[in-house]
């Protein structure tokens, strides 16, 4: 995993969402490093659980402000966030019961990284042109 840097592209210009998407890719580069420095089960475990936790209330934070504005694509957004839930549960299920936890978080980090880029570039930056946060 290359890492993720937070770059001013990726600002939705709303600072709540902005606090939360650079926590989550500081989270992301933790379990990066973790990955490559060979930590242990316990430690990939801790980092994992709290990337997905964190992950769970920015969903939350994030849902409610495109509910207070109004966010004409609110539904259709919310399902993109369950689908990622649900696929974040079958991660960790199988890093719980899996033999080759470092190669389960390892695979975790990079499809959270590309995941998360892709969905703050394109689909969280239209929160923030609705709102007239950004152009």
Known sequence: MRGTEWTN???????????DHRKLVSYLNELGLACMGGQG???LEDILQ??????????A?????MR?????DFDEHRERHARLVSE?????DR???????EGIAHDAAQFLEAWLVRHILVE????????????
């Open 9 to 19: 592209d990726m600002s939705v210009g709303i600072g709540e969402i902005d606090r």
């Open 68 to 72: 207070k504005v109004g966010y004409p």
């Open 124 to 135: 969280d930056r239209k929160i923030g042109r609705f709102v007239g946060a950004i152009d």
């Open 95 to 101: 890093f719980h019961y899996g033999v080759d936890d």
């Open 61 to 65: 934070n994030e849902e409610d402000i």
């Open 88 to 92: 974040l549960d079958d991660l960790m």
């Open 41 to 43: 089960t316990e430690i």
């Open 50 to 59: 709290s990337l997905v936790e964190y992950t769970r209330v920015h969903f």
